[in-house]
């Protein structure tokens, strides 16, 4: 089997998993991992990790995740930031940007017990869309994007 039917079968292996594509670039799985498991099944699948550059990502990220309806459950989904290599500042990690566009939740990040080093988004009880830091080991559902 080539590369590329190998890639193909194991996108089409993702859809079984998924919530929602987007029309442009992201795919918002169901399956709950690790941080670090969600960055290698966006791999696996022929998927970079999601990384929020600009308004206009956010926005399209917050649309595939619309129909989710986890409104104020604060059950997020992982966006490939974090300051491992870098306590003092956050770093995609498929581009190894530094954080120059962000929308925290008011009072994050906090790094609350010096646990929390990973980047996810949720939907707060007011319903807007807001970044968080949790530990790398939370197990949440997770955001690739297609390769550009």
Known sequence: MVKSEMNLMS????????ISVSANKYV???????FHEAHSRCRQYGLDPAEILSESDE??????????????TFNGFWIFASN??????YYWLNSN????YSTFYPGQ???????????????ATTGVFAWNDDSCDKKNRFIC????
């Open 28 to 34: 918002v799985s169901n399956q709950r991992v690790t």
């Open 59 to 72: 926005k399209e990220i917050e649309q595939a995740l619309l129909p989710i309806k986890d409104l104020g």
């Open 11 to 18: 996108f089409a292996c993702l859809f079984l998993f998924l």
């Open 109 to 123: 990040p906090d790094n609350k017990g010096d646990k929390e080093h990973c980047l996810e988004i949720y939907q």
């Open 145 to 148: 994007q297609r390769k550009q």
């Open 84 to 89: 491992l290599a870098d306590t003092k500042n």
């Open 97 to 100: 940007l530094p954080l120059f």
